[in-house]
């Protein structure tokens, strides 16, 4: 073990020295992806302050509240499997009470209730608003059998659902294997009823199956090479306890064995002899460990057992927020995973939200053996690598999902992705997001037809025209595992909604608060009253409008609130003040410096992600008690909260909408963090009569951006329809066209012109743009053919907005001209995003300033782009200019000065003091060049006039994406690290990803400052996953220099037969 561990760590730093970390990096990245949902809503209020500043809001970010990691210990001594082996010792029970144990263990995982097992195989809308009733009256999770303390017998430290397999191997070598496949097809006539109990009987199944897959040793010879790494792995991992025995061996080839039948079981969908849910036992006591999941909801086991899922037909649901959505997609693709052995896309809206999926999968990855890889921000790889044996599961954000596919459709790849899982799928209604969402859906829709995808949302209304666009089976309930109230507040008077009341609210009680004078003038909507009456004890979180009235509304609260909420926590308050200064380089924002020793914090795109961090988890576990925030906290978040306020019904100036509504008030009393949850919205008496329309109307639709988004949009969609040869005749797009959203849409979205209009139109449009060519005109004119041109080639390779396409060529070309490499300030300048430069408004004292300091050289690079020290100090001066000067350019070079100092100083603290930027912008403004960046390096790479600057983009790329010391990035490279932590860590003695992956979470939370146990773990579990990717990208590449080439002469091929 010790020696495949060293031979994996050799490997690893070979990779390192010959192929660097960029290649991961160098992806198609597009912009939008850097756009939260905030920056369209804050648009109108933080408008005239961004114009100032000039910058981009950051990417969103959020972290999950849920202490997915309790109890988990990763692999040294209290070890992950040895909790595993602890709890499977628990199961086990003399051999005469091993069944009833068995039978009873499963019982409590998979619900109960065989009367709820409905059987809906021709409905294809389900509603199940007996569910409540149902999970309230079950009784409570089944707990683990106390057994007795574990006999010093190999056989006793297995789960008990492999007992029964030993005893029937022992058996089938004594001439019982016919016995098992009698046994096993004569289950295969039960109905899938009896199956879904998990009874004893299944246990039974089980092993008959497993003696089936004992009995095949070619299948273990292939599992046994595929589990080689992991052994290596755990081996690394256990270096210093040399604990792990033949027990822990067994169990891994166990693993396999269960996985084997599982596979089995899946294709005979009627036949789910998994133990749960067709999926190894393993799973079960995973989701016990990792997450604290003991037993399915009601509706998420009827979700699971429905015919049309078990038949892999393409589903949505829909449920009110926290119902518990994500278990059910999870386990779904467990079961695409490990049974069918294919790989599956999970999309995410944002960037954060993948890193924290990342963080919780990972753990499940290394032990059950499929690769979990990140799509986000800079990361991943295009394409992805091929796995030799196991699968991958690709988690992604919207734009890089759509990477993806694209990539995995080119290389005809597509048919290997089994499932794609979309949450929060009314995002296809918003805008250019909502467009490319809808492109992956309709690609993989068209080019695969054994694909299956599901999508999820808790904010859905027209599903019918969902339904008929991916062709899906509809499921929904009005699960809640904790009772939300929801209230208004007029005056000092508070409502509660409710449906039943006239007008659809309900008197419910006066605030009894006393305000001084000077108080009711500072907060006339009583904030201070509705929010004492939780905190510290329970959290709460305050919705504001904008940014800055989160900011202002929390140094509000701290003006008023008692001086005795300095005490709650007081120590840990300080600490988290330390650990914002120790990432803030010293500096530590003066509204957090005030409002965090009373609890108190806000939360929006203005933080960088290393404080946004810190404050998350100190939110998450008590230490801070009230977030004041934007309503991009509100998109799928669990952060926990009793009381959530919205402060008005607005989101920067326009009104709430439903959908918004419902997303916000979601975020109170989440399953497992609270028992209640309320939400109260203020309003003032002038928005009574819409707000009650808010409440009691329905959600609202949503439709599709296709067009609307036009460059982003349509244009896109048919360029790499083209491109990648999924339709290049007339005929073909438009058969396309019609089976996306919009066409199913298009009676209703379509007023002028039909949609073959349309799409004649387009294909004629970028053909004038010289992005697409004619290739025949066919006998009729549905048969006419396109292909793209180079230019059209590299726009979409590189993913570019065809509204900057021609610029960017013409910038490039010009470049060509005379670049100047003397420093980096004119290969930014290229590649700083255009879509940012129409938002940027210069200070000019600042830009004259930092021009006065630019070397001859760097100067030169302005006075090539026509840009004047003169100029800029008239501009500075307030003077009149004559001459013009085109705007976009000077806007563009002020933005690259900032992201040159940024490379220059690496420190956004310093660059945000000196260019006078809100420091979270301009950390937006580094991730979308660094984006960007990689985007204009595709683009290069397909032009052959370009090829000078493909060497100098990979470069200027890998310094955008981490702009640190180069020391730090490796620890970067693993999902949740930023540039805090790995300072600290690289201090701490861990350089590199085969560190972070062997390290102790115990180690790490006593050497590391505020690092808590739950991130300890997360860091090793995605250090370990991120290892064991890329020790298995080397076997596959040792293996691909190995192998004998097809062709080759002499062999029989197709080139001997000519000859
Ligand atoms: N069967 C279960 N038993 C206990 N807890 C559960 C169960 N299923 C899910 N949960 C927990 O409930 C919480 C909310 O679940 P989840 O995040 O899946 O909600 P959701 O339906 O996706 O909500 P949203 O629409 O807000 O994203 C999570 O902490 C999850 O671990
Ligand atoms: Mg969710």
Redesign the pocket.
Known sequence: MEDGGARIRRRVSVRKRNRGSLESRCVALAPAELQPAEDLEDEAVAGSRRRKTGSPEPTQESDSEEDMFSGYDSFTENSFLAQVDDLEQKYLQPHEHRELAADSATKGLCSESTKNTVSVSTVSCFTDSETNKLVKSQASGLDVPAGPEPENDLLLDVPSSQILYFERMQNSSSGLGDQSTKDRDGNSRQSSHEELTCSHKEQSQQSDGFSKAAASPETNRRKSIADRLKSAMSGNATAQTPVFSRSKQLKETLLSEEISVAKEAMESPSDDRGPFYSLPSKVRDLYVQLKGIKKLYDWQHTCLTLSSVQKRKNLIYSLP?SGG??LVAEILMLQELLCRQKDVLMILPYVAIVQEKISSLSSFGIELGFFVEEYAGSKGRFPPTKRREKKSLYIATIEKGHSLVNALIETGRISMLGLVVV??LHMIGEGSRGAILEMTLAKVLYTSKTTQIIG?S?TLNNVKDLQEFLKAEYYTSQFRPVELKEYLKVNDTIYEVDSRAENGMAFSRLLNYKYSDALRKMDPDHLVALVTEVIPNYSCLVFCPSKKSCENVAEMLCKFLSKDYLNHRGEEKSEVIKSLRAVGNGKVCPVLKRTVPFGVAYHHSGLTSDERRLLEEAYSTGILCLFTCTSTLAA?VNLPARRVILRAPYVAREFLRRNQYKQMVGRAGRAGIDTVGESILILQEKDKQQVLELINGPLENCYSHLIEEFSKGIQSLFLSLIGLKIATSLGDIYQFMNGTFFGVQQKILLKEKSLWEITVDSLSYLTEKGLLQKESHGDTELECRFRVTKLGQASFKGAIDLAYCDTLYRDLKKGLEGLVLESLLHLVYLTTPYDLVAQTEPDWMVYFRQFSQLSPAEQNVAALLGVSESFIGKKASGQAIRKKVDKNIVNRLYLSFVLYSLLKETNVWSVSEKFNMPRGHVQNLLTGAASFSSCVLHFCEELEEFWVYKALLVELTKKLTYCVKAELIPLMEVTGVLEGRAKQLYSAGYKSVTHLANASPEVLVRTIDHLSRRQAKQIVSSAKMLLHEKAEALQEEVEELLRLPPDLPGLGGPNTEEA
Request: glycine share 12%.
């Open positions: 927020t959505k994500t949450d929060e999820m808790a799928g």
